[in-house]
T-cell receptor, first 115, second 112 residues
Framework: EPEVTQTPSHQVTQMGQEVILRCVPISNHLYFYWYRQILGQKVEFLVSFYNNEISEKSEIFDDQFSVERPDGSNFTLKIRSTKLEDSAMYFC?????????????FGPGTRLTVT | KQEVTQIPAALSVPEGENLVLNCSFTDSAIYNLQWFRQDPGKGLTSLLLIQSSQREQTSGRLNASLDKSSGRSTLYIAASQPGDSATYLCAVKEGGSEKLVFGKGTKLTVNP
């Protein structure tokens, strides 16, 4: 069964460093998402992406964050200058089409630890 | 602003028991509602998706209901097993937005 994959599974970085989290969505999916979950808290929406553009973003997704689909398969989240409060589990999700159904499929997540 | 609440926060039951997890949301203008399972340190596995026009969905021992007008959904698990131990998350999608809004989850422990 097709699934969303994410790499790395765990990333440790120092405050102020740039990190890139990578996702490979399901191959025929067209809409892509990033969410994060700070330990012990709710899963929060960051950004949605379609047709090489951001279609929606939350207030969390400030200028320190960016997303890109550099090729036909990868979808990346970049954090330019990490802060301690960026430590969280980051989940990528995808769906095939908007409209009826709209079931989001999630990857296993990348645990980001900022020291 | 949509808020999703799940009660109880934690639940411990003996194996074989039937149980109900609750989810409530403040704005009834939702597009759909999705139940997920999350194992410790892991990703989210979709269990059931209910469209706003539907009243319930079933998959194996799981049954999810939706009462949109009252802003409530329940997840019923029949004949619980130790392998059902996980955190169960409820999330709603509103019309006009692509994002899912999540509850904090119910941590379920099924004791052998």
């Amino acid at each position: 069964e097709p699934e969303v994959t994410q790499t790395p599974s765990h990333q440790v970085t120092q405050m102020g460093q740039e990190v890139i989290l990578r996702c490979v969505p399901i191959s025929n999916h067209l809409y892509f998402y990033w969410y994060r979950q700070i330990l012990g808290q709710k899963v929060e929406f960051l950004v949605s992406f379609y047709n090489n553009e951001i279609s929606e973003k939350s207030e969390i997704f400030d200028d320190q964050f960016s997303v890109e689909r550099p090729d036909g398969s990868n979808f990346t989240l970049k954090i330019r200058s990490t802060k301690l409060e960026d430590s969280a589990m980051y989940f990528c999700a995808s769906i095939r089409l908007l409209g009826a159904g709209y079931e989001q499929y999630f990857g296993p997540g990348t645990r980001l630890t900022v020291t | 602003k949509q808020e999703v609440t799940q009660i109880p926060a934690a639940l411990s039951v003996p194996e074989g028991e039937n149980l109900v997890l609750n989810c409530s949301f403040t704005d009834s203008a939702i597009y759909n509602l999705q139940w997920f399972r999350q194992d410790p340190g892991k990703g989210l596995t979709s269990l059931l998706l209910i469209q706003s026009s539907q009243r319930e969905q079933t998959s194996g021992r799981l049954n999810a209901s939706l009462d949109k007008s009252s802003g409530r959904s329940t997840l019923y698990i029949a004949a619980s097993q130790p392998g059902d131990s996980a955190t169960y998350l409820c999330a709603v999608k509103e019309g006009g937005s692509e994002k899912l809004v999540f509850g904090k989850g119910t941590k379920l422990t099924v004791n052998p």
